[in-house]
């Protein structure tokens, strides 16, 4: 019928857009870097309904087609996503390029080269996944969860750290990478 004959629907292009990634299926996916989609469509909507919250429209900037990303896209936002190695080196190309990266929860275990080219940081401890105070934006936030479970403690290179947990351990970065950067909360 009239169903399978219809247009898909227009998405109008975003200055904004919410990370999918390329690998978000568990079941019988060895490629698949740690995303449970139960997790992972929490995170994307809630990440939907707080830019909604800024006035902002994003649109999705799938990992598996970013030959489809809006020319008309500048920032990013990647809600706790967990990255295979391919991806960062996509995004690192994106941002030199660039763009801006807002990067919330990087992926402690697949931490290598391209997130320490993305992130202007290095891993050098993994703590006890303690809660954690970080004085921001004039606020006092406390974060008790991390990706995997695992705290990170990093040593910047080329980032610069914005903030520090009540530890002195680095929580917020910010990296220039080539024209774009990245800001990455741990």
């Known amino acids: 019928g009239k169903l399978n004959k219809a247009p898909p629907p227009e998405t109008p292009a975003s200055e904004t857009a919410i990370y999918w990634p390329k690998e978000y299926y568990l079941r019988d996916n060895p ?10 469509s929490r995170r994307l909507v809630l990440a939907n309904y ?13 990992g598996d087609q970013p030959e489809k990303w809006s020319p008309l896209m500048k920032t990013l936002l990647i809600p ?15 941002v030199s390029a660039g763009g801006t990266l807002i990067w919330h929860g ?22 006890g996944r303690r809660s954690a105070t970080v004085k921001a934006f004039g606020e006092a936030w406390t974060f008790s969860k991390y990706p995997r479970q695992m705290r990170v ?3 910047a290179d080329t980032a610069e750290v914005l903030a520090r947990d009540d530890n ?11 024209e774009g950067k990245v800001i ?3």
Do not use: M, T
Not at 80 to 94: F, K, P, Q, S, T
């Open 50 to 62: 707080f830019l909604r919250q800024l006035a902002q429209s994003p649109g999705i900037a799938r």
């Open 80 to 94: 706790g996503v967990l990255l295979c190695v391919d991806e960062a080196e996509r995004l690192e190309e994106w």
């Open 106 to 127: 990087p992926d402690p275990a697949n931490w290598g080269e391209a997130y320490n080219r993305l992130l202007g940081a290095r891993p050098v401890d993994y703590r």
């Open 31 to 40: 490629h698949n870097p740690g995303n449970d989609p139960r997790e992972l």
């Open 168 to 178: 002195g351990l680095p929580a917020l970065l910010l990296n220039i990478v080539g």
């Open 184 to 186: 990455a909360a741990l």
């Open 153 to 155: 403690e990093v040593a």
